[in-house]
């Protein structure tokens, strides 16, 4: 979703959709409660409200947000408020006050059950950055209470957090620059987090990257539904093949190899903020998912992102991992991590690269499969094709498996 930065570029004000747009988190509540004297009963009809084509009952809903606005200490006047992007999550409004620009957001508690914890999480995230250097993290705006957030009388949790300007993201990369950037962002990630003890985290999306266990989903469906076409066997053929490498991290993770550290869990190239006039990254946002996990999920993952240049719907192309963009990135990376990071983290970071397409993959599969009931889709069979072109980005992967390793090495030992 994008918003106008002070000198009319646009930036993004993410919410947390998960690798692609869920299709049940398009079921925009319109039944809001009330809130204050109002009521939020037509939100969804706001979300796609914008100045020129505004509802009849536009300044009746507006009123109801300044409402909340108010319950944040924000200490200025409201000013214009308006829905900020396209965003399938969570509600999102930008917010001009006489004291600076806010992004206000209603978190969606089908997609996140347990809101609060992902409040704790970005406080102790927050009050952890402001004492770092090197990547910015939005701050939360406190309640008049306190808290960093506004529960209203029916039971929904508001959180207000600073615009960043002049900011912008990306939807694909022009050059080895960016990608450089892109690993300087996740390592300054990693490196500021990298004395969070894990356990002060608690967990906001259970089960997220446990990649056996949508394998074994995977394989309850296969049983109950036979596969009615070639592009399913194909898909299914080629998971068969790779059904070892599955568990490989959490092997490693159980054995010792590898430790629990705080990662952000969608590190995506739309999930970093660069300087609209500089170029530099300035932030990681999306940060609903930081919780404890594996920093070969979150390298893996934005690697995924960022070296399939043709995107996750390639179809009638040949998918290939950028092996230029890849290796910018890891050098970026490792720049920042290569101080802190165990051997068992740097071995298995090639198995993160490899894992997350494959995750990826299964996922878009078990969503065809189950008829499409997760990530959005604009026709049937799109979710196949998704999957096959994750598959083929995996393929390809192993076909570059000793340059990625040399990759990783160079980078690592100083090189690159």
């Keep these: 979703m994008t918003q106008e930065t002070a000198n009319g570029s646009r930036q ?62 924000v200490g200025a006047e409201t000013c214009p408020i308006a829905p900020l992007g396209r965003g399938l999550i969570n509600e999102t409004f930008a917010v001009t006050t006489s004291a600076g620009r806010y992004v206000l957001q209603c978190v969606n508690q089908r997609v996140f059950p347990d809101p609060e914890q ?15 250097a090197g990547l910015r993290v939005p701050a939360l705006i406190p309640a008049r209470d306190g808290r960093p957030f506004l529960r209203t009388p029916a039971g929904e949790l508001w959180r207000l957090m600073e615009f960043i300007p002049d900011a912008v993201t990306l939807d694909r990369l022009a050059g080895v620059e960016q990608a450089r950037q892109v690993g300087l962002a996740l390592g300054r990630f990693h490196r500021l987090t990298r004395d969070l003890e894990p356990t002060r985290l608690g967990v906001t999306l259970p089960g997220f990257h446990r990649t056996p266990d949508y394998l074994a989903r995977h394989l309850e469906l296969r049983a109950e539904l036979p596969p009615r076409d070639g592009g399913e066997s194909d898909c299914m053929a080629f998971i068969d093949a790779r059904v070892g490498m599955v568990g490989v991290l959490e092997q490693a993770l159980a054995a010792g190899l590898i430790p629990l550290r705080i990662t952000h869990g969608d590190p995506k190239l739309d999930n970093i903020l660069f300087h609209a006039a500089a170029g530099h990254a300035l932030a990681l946002i999306d940060l609903d998912t930081v919780q404890p996990g594996l920093i070969q999920h979150d390298l893996g993952d934005c690697l995924r992102s960022c070296c399939n240049r043709l995107g996750e719907s390639a179809e009638g192309q040949r998918v290939y991992f950028d092996l230029a963009f890849c290796n910018a990135i890891l050098t970026a990376y490792a720049q920042e991590t290569r101080d802190f990071l165990g051997r068992g983290e740097v071995a298995t970071i090639y198995d993160g690269i490899r894992l997350m397409p494959f995750e990826l993959g299964l996922r878009f599969l078990n969503d ?19 999957a096959s072109v994750q598959f083929a980005l995996v393929a390809d992967i192993e076909a570059r498996e000793s340059d990625i390793r040399t990759l990783i090495d160079l980078a690592y030992q100083g090189g690159g």
């Excluded at 009963?41 to 009123?63: F, I, K, V």
């Excluded at 065809?368 to 998704?386: I, S």
Aim: no cysteine; hydrophobic share 40%.
């Design 368 to 386: 065809h499969l189950e008829g499409d009931r997760y990530f959005r889709v604009t026709h049937r069979g799109q979710n196949l094709l998704k």
């Design 118 to 132: 992902i409040m704790a999480n970005l406080a102790v995230l927050g009050a952890h950055a402001a004492e770092q």
């Design 12 to 73: 993004v004000a993410k919410t947390p959709r998960k690798t692609d747009e869920p299709l049940h988190s398009a079921n925009r509540s319109t039944g809001h409660g009330p809130v204050a004297d109002g009521a939020l009963d037509h939100l969804g009809a706001l979300a796609s409200w914008r100045e020129s084509d505004a509802p009849q009952d536009a300044p009746t809903l507006l009123a109801d947000l300044r409402a909340i606005v108010a319950g944040f200490a």
